[in-house]
């Protein structure tokens, strides 16, 4: 596949981490806040990677149930998304406006990305 790799450097470190070593990321959020602007929200928070993966991933402001008890997406459900790609031991500082309150923040809200400590990477307000 790499020949067909619009960026064969990046598909090699791709394929390195999870191909031939053994690799998992742990994302953790500090500083949580949220400060309204007017008519919406500028939420912050630092993302820190204490593992030793290395992939992008989104994080989501949000309010509400994402699902209701059909599995059907929850009318009262609003969200507002930043992505980062955090390095081993890195952190970064992510900022997303929202048109609402938001009640918490999940990394990787679809649970696309294989992390450790899953559970711990949501907080509250």
């Not at 470190?13 to 919406?40: I, N, S």
């Not at 993302?47 to 009262?76: H, I, Y």
């Not at 790609?85 to 679809?110: A, H, M, R």
Request: glycine share 6%; with cysteine.
């Amino acid at each position: 596949m790499r020949r067909f790799a619009p960026n064969p450097d990046a598909f090699d470190e791709f394929a390195r981490q999870w191909f031939h070593e053994v690799v998992l990321p742990e994302y953790r959020l500090h500083e949580p806040r949220k400060t309204r602007e007017g008519d919406h929200w500028k939420v912050s928070v630092r993302l820190e990677n204490a593992g030793t993966g290395t992939m992008p991933v989104e994080v989501a402001a949000k309010r509400g149930v994402r699902f209701d008890k059909t599995g059907q997406l929850s009318a009262e459900y609003r969200e507002a998304r930043a992505i980062a790609t955090v390095g081993k031991g890195q952190s970064q500082e992510l900022t997303t406006t929202c048109p609402f309150e938001p009640e918490s923040i999940i990394i990787d809200p679809d649970a696309k990305v294989l992390q450790l400590q899953r559970n711990s990477a949501f907080v509250k307000f």
